[in-house]
């Protein structure tokens, strides 16, 4: 991702998340530690965004940032792929573990991360902006068996 494709990167994030949607800033940020700590990529069909992800990685440890995909391109595996992505990203990086945070009212990205073998490990009370609960999950990566 790069700063060009804010504009559409921003449409899906605020029709992703109405109430709790990144600002153009927060997201330029996130881009300004490209390549040091951030990893940004986009999804492309028919010649038009129609989804993004982010990595953040420092040490061992890696943490899903965002996944949004286009409503009309949901359920088509740009999800999925976008996280195969940061998770051989995550590897390549040295990490042995990545976090994410999910919205416990959204059960199609939960059942997407258990199926990458992410496991639940916790809940942050009323972490969104309208209150919603997020469920957290970690993956274990095997580095030294080259596995994601």
Same mark, same amino acid.
């Given at each position: 991702?790069?700063?060009?494709?804010?504009?559409?990167?921003?449409?899906?994030?605020?029709?992703?998340?109405? $109430?709790?949607?990144?600002? *153009?800033?927060?997201?330029? +940020?996130?881009? =300004?530690?490209?390549?040091?700590?951030?990893?940004?990529?986009?999804?492309? #069909?028919? +010649?038009?965004?129609?989804?993004? #992800?982010?990595? #953040?990685?420092?040490?061992?440890?890696? @943490?899903?940032?965002?996944?949004a995909v286009?409503?009309?391109?949901?359920?088509? &595996?740009?999800?999925?792929?976008?996280?195969?992505?940061?998770?051989?990203? #995550? *590897?390549?990086?040295?990490?042995? =573990?990545? $976090?994410?945070?999910?919205?416990?009212?959204?059960?199609?990205?939960?059942?997407?991360?258990?199926? $990458? &073998?992410?496991?639940?490990?916790?809940?942050?009370?009323?972490?969104? @902006?309208? &209150?919603?609960? =997020?469920?957290?999950?970690m993956r274990?990566?095997?580095?030294?068996?080259?596995?994601?």
């Open positions: 991702m790069t700063e060009a494709d804010l504009p559409d990167v921003m449409h899906i994030e605020r029709s992703t998340f109405p $109430f709790d949607a990144w600002s *153009e800033g927060m997201l330029r +940020g996130e881009l =300004a530690d490209q390549p040091r700590t951030r990893h940004y990529i986009v999804a492309v #069909a028919d +010649g038009r965004i129609v989804g993004y #992800a982010g990595l #953040a990685a420092a040490g061992d440890q890696a @943490d899903v940032q965002t996944i286009s409503a009309a391109m949901q359920r088509a &595996g740009v999800g999925s792929a976008m996280l195969r992505e940061l998770l051989t990203e #995550a *590897e390549r990086r040295g990490a042995t =573990a990545v $976090f994410l945070e999910v919205r416990a009212d959204n059960p199609p990205a939960q059942a997407m991360y258990e199926r $990458f &073998g992410f496991e639940r490990v916790g809940l942050r009370r009323d972490y969104y @902006d309208d &209150g919603t609960d =997020a469920i957290m999950m274990k990566l095997s580095v030294e068996d080259g596995h994601v």
